[in-house]
């Protein structure tokens, strides 16, 4: 099972960029990884989601190196509506493995 | 298009009792999951239903379980309630065929466990 990681928090200043790694030292072959962003009292949002190398849409980039083993999320140019608390998902395929990471709550300053 | 509904939106329940807890899935998805965020917690992985079936469950007891009817709405029920399950119960569904492992979540249930 894939156990991943990320820091607890993270503080930015608006019009910055933000990275947000989560580590996962034992992503299997089939798993992906997906990222979702929560506000409070909400359910939490799809933002991206990639197997390897480089994903980007409209929302944020994602890159997962060639050992998978980590994968960074990155917002672009944040804004105060970007505080939040942001998952990392790995899940493999037959959803059979799920691993939620703990979530990085990102505080963004005006 | 209708997101993914979650009935009731509180819940209290004294312990030792039964909670039922309802979702609605996005028109056209398949596949449902159920969650439970404790506060401050992250996201456990409780259930998993498609097409009627329940096809995995997370680390949890036997008291928590529930169904998927043949229009793919869910319900979670929770007996002998204790009073740490006092959560924010997370329902999210999933198209299949649609991108993988992108799930659609809706806005919870407060369960409240006195």
């Known amino acids: 099972l894939a156990k991943t990681t990320q820091p607890i928090s993270m503080d930015s200043y608006e019009g910055q960029e933000v990275n947000i790694t989560c580590s996962h030292n034992n992503i299997a072959t089939n798993d992906y990884i997906t990222w979702y962003q929560q506000f409070p009292s909400q359910g939490p949002r799809f933002i991206i989601q990639?197997?390897?190398t480089k994903v980007t849409n409209e929302v944020a980039s994602l890159f997962i190196p060639a050992d998978r083993k980590s994968s960074t999320l990155s917002l672009p140019r944040v804004s105060l509506s970007d505080t939040a608390v942001y998952y990392c998902?790995?899940?493999?395929?037959?959803?059979?493995?799920?691993?939620f990471g703990t979530g990085t709550k990102l505080q963004v300053i005006p | 298009e209708a997101g993914v509904t979650q009935s009731p939106t509180h819940l209290i329940k004294t312990r030792g009792q039964q909670a039922t807890l309802r979702c609605s899935p996005i028109s056209g998805h398949t596949s449902v999951y159920w969650y439970q965020q404790a506060l401050g917690l992250g996201l456990q992985f409780l259930l998993w239903?498609?097409?009627?079936?329940?096809?995995n469950r997370g680390n949890f007891p036997p008291r928590f379980s529930g169904r998927q009817f043949p229009n793919y709405s869910s319900e979670l029920n929770v007996n002998a309630l204790e009073l740490e399950d006092s959560a924010l119960y997370l329902c999210?569904?999933?198209?299949?065929?649609?991108?993988?492992?992108?799930?659609?979540f809706g806005p919870g249930t407060r369960l409240t466990v006195t």
């Open positions: 999210a569904s999933s198209f299949e065929g649609g991108r993988a492992y992108e799930q659609y």
């Open positions: 990639g197997y390897k």
């Open positions: 998902l790995v899940a493999s395929g037959g959803y059979q493995k799920v691993t």
């Open positions: 239903y498609d097409e009627g079936e329940e096809r």
